[in-house]
Nanobody, 122 residues
């Protein structure tokens, strides 16, 4: 059973920066692709950025050029560097396996961590 612990969230001004971290246990971290997801109040959880086992990355259009996903296989850790965040990036951020074509209705009952909340002020 995978365990996911997200951290690094907080209040940040638009245009600032914030780095999120996720420590993964209970899984062969290096052999899997991982991703960041986010959920704003009243909205479904959605994919933000993913990184494959080989380090290839993929981003939702709204964060391309501003967010950077990275991984440290020695520390079983996933990161999300948020640069120039916008108010619309405010959400609770979660990490999990990278599901291409992610559908919240399919994965709602998967194992998830508690998430880390990001609030971006204007």
């Amino acid at each position: 059973q995978v365990q996911l612990v997200e951290s690094g969230g907080g209040l940040v001004q638009a245009g600032g920066s914030l780095k999120l971290s996720c420590i993964v246990s209970g899984s062969n971290f290096g052999a899997n692709a991982w991703a960041w997801y986010r959920q704003a109040p009243g909205k479904q959880r959605a994919l933000v950025a993913g990184i494959t086992e080989s380090g290839s990355t993929d981003y939702v259009d709204s964060v391309k050029g501003r967010f950077t996903v990275s991984r440290n296989n020695r520390k079983n850790t996933l990161h999300l560097q948020m640069s120039s965040p916008k108010t619309e990036d405010s959400a609770t951020y979660y990490c999990n396996f990278f599901y291409d074509g992610f559908d919240w209705n399919v994965h709602e009952n998967d194992d998830w961590g508690q998430g880390t909340q990001v609030s971006v002020s204007s």
